[in-house]
């Protein structure tokens, strides 16, 4: 373990991922971009480098992770981004590549005995044991629910975010309920697509129990 700073509030260590209170999540104006491949949406006084990952238009958020209070239910959209590109844990910010024989831990809510299905997305980044096992005892919103795997594979799906109506340039609401909409790389609206999570798929996963992890992060 090196480098990345912890941070506790009322007991509890803050996940990396989470998001504080200096961090606000702003609305800027978007506009239609026209382009020879098809039109999308941008912003007005966009920078490439830092609006944009992989053609993706992504929402724009301060990065002063410790500073105010922690928002322990909220994530920040470019660490969790950080997260998915470099496999680090949601808890800690440590790499997960060096734990369980190249296999990386996911851990989300979720009823029990619907075990993480082959190919299943999730916006949720990997974990190591001993972090999970401390989210699980600690955090109210695993305590209702979860589910884990160690997982062989998880390439880049898509990205979670808002889609923009083409015509009307007004946010769409999610399917099903869901807060952001899940775009694969391959969807056509993915232009029409503000980011704020990047999405993987699973593959290769292997059910874990609560005992398994306990028992993992003890050694
Ligand atoms: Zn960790």
New binding site residues.
């Given amino acids: 373990m090196s480098g990345v700073r912890q941070f506790h509030w009322r007991g509890m260590r803050v996940p990396?991922i989470a998001r504080w209170s200096r961090e606000d999540q702003r609305q800027y104006p978007i506009e239609r971009r026209p382009s020879l491949t098809g039109d999308g949406i941008g912003y007005p006084d966009e920078d490439p480098r830092a609006d944009r990952r992989d053609g993706v238009l992504w929402v724009r958020m301060p990065v002063v992770r410790g500073i105010g209070e922690p928002y322990l239910a909220s994530v920040h959209a470019l660490r969790q981004r950080q997260c998915m590109n470099h496999m680090?844990?949601?808890?800690?910010?440590?790499s997960?590549f060096t734990h369980s024989g190249g296999r990386h831990l996911f851990l989300m809510r979720g009823a029990k005995g619907q075990p993480i299905r082959e190919g299943e997305k999730t916006a949720v980044p990997p974990?190591?044991e001993?972090?999970?096992a401390e989210a699980v005892r600690l955090c109210p919103h695993l305590r209702k629910g979860w589910v884990a795997a160690r997982v062989e594979y998880a390439p880049p799906w898509g990205v979670a975010g808002i889609v923009y109506d083409s015509q009307t340039l007004q946010p769409l609401p999610a399917e099903r309920g869901r807060e952001l909409e899940f775009v694969g790389l391959d969807d056509p609206r993915l232009r029409w697509t503000l980011a704020a999570r990047d999405v993987v798929a699973l593959h290769g996963c292997t059910p874990v129990e609560l005992d398994e992890l306990a028992a993992a992060a003890a050694h």
Wanted: glycine share 8%.
């Fill in positions: 990396f680090l844990c949601q808890i800690c910010g440590e997960t974990v190591h001993a972090c999970a």
